[in-house]
C-alpha cells in the first residue's frame, strides 16, 4: 500500500509540475508581449543599410497576383509594365526565398536617397487588345503587387472597379488601372526606415471592355521625410500594418480556454483514472487462488499486451518519422523565440524547415532502427529504407504534381528547376546519410525492450466488442478534445500562412503546443486503459492512430477556412491548399502519433510493473 502510495504521489507531483511549466510559460509570454517588440526583433536586415544623398537605392519588384489567392503569384512583368531602360536584371536570391515564390527584378523607379522627384514618366505606351485584356483581367480579380525598397515590403493595387447602377437596365462595370504611383520614403539619418505607397485615384486609366488602344502614361513622385523612428525599431510597424491585426484578447482568451481544458482532463483522470487503478492493485495483490481463476480486465492479458505489433516495420518507422518531426519543431520554436524568423524575413521559414528537416533525420533512423530491433526484427535494412521515404516518398509525389501545375499557370510558385536540384542533393548527400547513420547507431543499441512481463506463444482471443469501441470511433473521441484546444490559434495560422497577416507571437503558439501535446498524451492513455479494460491487447496501433486523430480534424479545418472564411478560388489555388495541407497534416498525425505510443507505453509498463505477473 505505501508503494502505491507513493505511486500516486509520484503522479500528482508530476501533473503539478506540469502545470507549473505551463503557468510560467504564460507568464513569460504576458511579459513579452507587455515590453512591446521584443528585443529579437531589433535588428539590421543586412549588414550595410546607410546611404548618402543621391545613392542609388534599388525598388525591387517581388510578384502580383490576386489578392485572395496567396499561392498564385506571377512575376511583376506578366502584366505589360514599364520596363527599365538598361533591362530587366534578377536580383540573387536565396533558396527560402525562391521557395517563398518571391522573383526580384528591377524596376524603372528610381528612388535615390533623399532624392525627391515629382511626376516622373517612366514611358508611355499604347494599349493594345492583349495588353488590355491583361489589365483588364488582374483588376477584376483585385490584383496586387509587392515590392521591396532596402529590404522593406510594401504593396499596392493595379486599379479599381467601378459598379454604375443606371436609373433603368442592368448595372455596367468600369475597369481602372491606375498610371501614377506616390512613393512616399520616411529616413533617419543615413538609413531608410520606412516606405508607403499610394495609388492616385484621379489618374487611372478606363480599360473597360469598351474602349479600344488606349494610350498610357506611367508616371511616378517621390517625397522624402524625416521620422524619428530609429533603423533598427523600423519593423514595428508591421505589426500593426492594416493588414495584419493582432487581436491579443483572442489570443489569451485560447490560452485561457487551453488551460482550464488541461485543468479539467488533468483532473478527470487523476480522479478516475488513479481511483480505479488503486482498486485494481488492490484486488491484483491478493494472492488467493480463486481470484487468479477469476482474473478479467486488464490484468487478464498480460501475456498478450506486450505482443509486437503487426507491420512493425512500418511501425516503427512512423515512430522515428514522428520522434524527428517532434524534435524538429521544438528547435523551430527555439529559433522564433530568439528572433530568427522576424516580420518579412523572406524565406527564413523554409530555409530552416529544409535545413534542420535534413539535419534531424538522424533521429529519425536510430528511434525507428532501435525500436525495431527491440521488437526481434531482423530485416533493419529495409526498416532504414521505409524511414527514409515514409515522410518524404508522399511529400515528393505531391510536390512533383503541384509544380507541375504551378509551370502550368506560369507561377512563380513553381520551383526553379536548380532550386529542385540544391533541395535533391541536400535529401540525397544530408538526409539519407544521416539517417542511415542513425539506423546502424539504433540497430547497435543493446537495450532490451523491457517488457514487466513474458508474451504467451499464441495470442489470446479478442472478446467481440460494441461499435464505438472499435478503433474510428475511438479515433474521433480521441482527436476532438486536443483539437478543440487549438482551433481559435489555427485560425492565425492559416491567416498567416495562406493570407496576407503576420504571425508573431510565438510564445503564445509555443504555449498552445505544449498544451496540445499534454492533452494528446493524457486523452491517448486514458483511451488505452479503457481498451485494455475490455481484455483488447491491440493497443500498439490504436495508442498511434488515437493520438494522430487530431490532425484528421485539423485537416477537416482546412475545408471550413477554405469555404467559410476565405476568398480563395481557382484550380491552382485549391490545389496548392488542400495538397500542401494534406502533407502538414500527415506530418501532424505521424508526431502527435508518436506523443500518443510514448506516452501509452510508459503506462501500460507502469500498471504491469505494480502487480504479480508470470
Request: glycine content about 6%.
Amino acid at each position: 500500500m505505501a508503494q502505491q502510495g507513493q505511486h500516486t504521489n509520484r503522479h500528482k507531483s508530476w501533473a503539478v509540475g506540469l502545470l507549473l511549466a505551463v503557468c510560467v510559460c504564460s507568464v513569460a509570454a504576458i511579459d513579452s508581449t507587455n515590453a512591446g517588440v521584443a528585443p529579437s526583433y531589433r535588428r539590421r536586415l543586412l549588414a550595410d543599410h546607410t546611404y548618402k544623398q543621391n545613392d542609388p537605392v534599388p525598388l525591387y519588384a517581388a510578384k502580383v497576383g490576386p489578392f485572395a489567392n496567396p499561392s498564385e503569384t506571377y512575376e511583376y512583368y506578366k502584366l505589360p509594365y514599364c520596363k527599365p531602360k538598361d533591362g530587366v536584371r534578377y536580383k540573387t536570391l536565396g533558396m527560402g526565398e525562391v521557395v517563398d515564390a518571391n522573383r526580384m527584378v528591377t524596376t524603372p523607379y528610381q528612388l535615390n536617397f533623399l532624392v525627391e522627384r515629382k511626376g516622373e514618366k517612366t514611358c508611355e505606351k499604347t494599349l493594345t487588345d492583349e495588353d488590355m485584356s491583361k489589365f483588364r483581367r488582374a483588376v477584376m480579380d483585385d490584383w496586387y503587387f509587392q515590392m521591396y525598397y532596402d529590404d522593406l515590403p510594401v504593396w499596392g493595387f493595379i486599379g479599381k472597379v467601378e459598379k454604375i447602377i443606371p436609373k433603368a437596365g442592368q448595372p455596367e462595370y468600369k475597369f481602372f488601372l491606375f498610371t501614377h504611383i506616390d512613393f512616399e520614403v520616411k529616413y533617419n539619418g543615413d538609413n531608410v526606415v520606412e516606405i508607403n505607397v499610394l495609388t492616385d485615384p484621379n489618374q487611372a486609366v478606363d480599360i473597360s471592355e469598351n474602349t479600344k488602344d488606349v494610350k498610357v502614361q506611367f508616371s511616378y513622385s517621390v517625397k522624402w521625410t524625416h521620422t524619428t523612428i530609429t533603423f533598427d525599431d523600423r519593423l514595428q510597424r508591421y505589426e500593426r500594418f492594416p493588414l495584419n491585426p493582432i487581436h491579443l484578447e483572442i489570443h489569451w482568451f485560447s490560452i485561457i480556454n487551453s488551460c482550464v481544458t488541461v485543468l479539467l482532463l488533468t483532473g478527470f483522470l487523476a480522479t478516475i483514472l488513479m481511483r480505479v487503478l488503486k482498486a485494481d492493485f488492490v484486488k491484483f495483490s491478493r494472492e488467493d487462488a480463486s481470484m487468479e481463476e477469476e482474473e478479467s480486465g486488464w490484468k487478464y492479458i498480460h501475456g498478450d499486451v506486450f505482443r509486437f505489433p503487426p507491420s512493425k516495420s512500418l511501425f516503427c518507422a512512423f515512430v522515428g518519422t514522428g520522434t524527428q518531426i517532434f524534435f524538429l519543431s521544438l528547435f523551430i520554436f527555439a529559433l522564433a523565440l530568439i528572433g530568427v524568423f522576424y516580420p518579412y524575413n523572406r524565406g527564413a521559414l523554409f530555409t530552416a524547415l529544409i535545413v534542420l528537416y535534413a539535419l534531424t533525420a538522424c533521429i529519425a533512423g536510430y528511434v525507428a532502427t532501435s525500436y525495431y530491433v527491440q521488437m526481434e526484427g531482423h530485416g533493419w535494412v529495409q526498416n532504414i529504407l521505409v524511414t527514409c521515404f515514409c515522410y518524404c516518398g508522399p511529400f515528393f509525389c505531391m510536390f512533383m504534381f503541384l509544380n507541375t501545375v504551378a509551370i502550368v499557370y506560369r507561377s512563380t510558385a513553381a520551383l526553379p528547376f536548380g532550386t529542385i536540384v540544391i533541395i535533391l542533393v541536400i535529401w540525397g548527400l544530408v538526409t539519407i546519410p544521416l539517417t542511415v547513420a542513425g539506423g546502424i547507431a539504433g540497430k547497435n543499441n543493446k537495450a532490451d525492450f523491457a517488457a514487466p512481463c513474458r508474451t504467451n506463444k499464441y495470442p489470446r482471443e479478442v472478446p467481440e466488442l460494441p461499435w464505438y469501441r472499435t478503433a474510428f470511433p475511438q479515433m474521433l473521441m480521441a482527436g476532438f478534445l486536443p483539437f478543440s484546444a487549438i482551433y481559435v490559434e489555427l485560425y492565425y495560422i492559416f491567416a498567416s500562412v495562406w493570407g496576407h497577416k503576420v504571425y508573431i507571437i510565438w510564445s503564445i503558439l509555443l504555449i498552445v503546443y505544449i498544451i496540445l501535446i499534454i492533452v494528446t498524451a493524457f486523452i491517448t492513455v486514458a483511451l488505452t486503459y479503457f481498451q485494455l479494460a475490455v481484455e483488447d491487447h491491440r493497443w500498439w496501433w490504436r495508442s498511434f492512430l488515437c493520438g494522430g486523430s487530431t490532425a484528421m480534424f485539423v485537416y477537416g479545418y482546412c475545408f471550413y477556412y477554405f469555404y467559410a472564411r476565405s476568398g480563395m478560388s481557382g484550380f491552382m489555388q485549391t490545389s496548392f491548399f488542400f495538397g500542401y495541407n494534406a502533407m502538414v497534416c500527415f506530418g501532424f498525425f505521424l508526431m502527435l502519433g508518436t506523443v500518443g505510443w510514448r506516452a501509452s507505453l510508459m503506462f501500460v509498463r507502469r500498471i504491469y510493473q505494480a502487480i504479480k505477473c508470470e
